[in-house]
Nanobody, 127 residues
């Protein structure tokens, strides 16, 4: 049973930074595509960054390139999202997700491609 548990959210001022973490358990091997998503009230869930756990390859949505960094600690089985230069429009619930697959083509920025989700961690940015 795959479980994903996010942490690291909070309330910060604009221009601050946060590092979100997603602790994973129950993976059967290293072939997982993992992604970070966010959803603000009244908006659809947005794919931000994707990483393949075997290759370490990373991909970013154009909207977050340069400010967001996805990474993993293989030994800790933890996925991270470093967010710099936070803006009020980054306020949202942030989720990590996983799906067992060989690679992470662009469709893995779509939430419907994932079958495992964490409970989310709230990020609130004030100006």
């Amino acid at each position: 049973q795959v479980q994903l548990v996010e942490s690291g959210g909070g309330s910060v001022q604009a221009e601050g930074s946060l590092r979100l973490a997603c602790a994973a358990s129950g993976f059967t091997d290293s072939r997982y595509c993992m992604g970070w998503f966010r959803q603000a009230p009244g908006k659809t869930r947005e794919g931000l960054a994707v990483l393949h756990t075997n290759s370490g390859s990373t991909y970013y949505a154009d909207s977050v390139k340069g400010r967001f960094t996805i990474s993993q600690d293989i030994l800790k089985k933890t996925l991270y999202l470093q967010i710099n230069s936070l803006r009020p429009e980054d306020t949202a619930m942030y989720y990590c997700a996983a799906v067992r697959t060989w690679s992470c083509p662009s469709r893995y920025f779509l939430s419907g491609e994932y079958n495992y989700w964490g409970q989310g961690t709230q990020v609130t940015v004030s100006s």
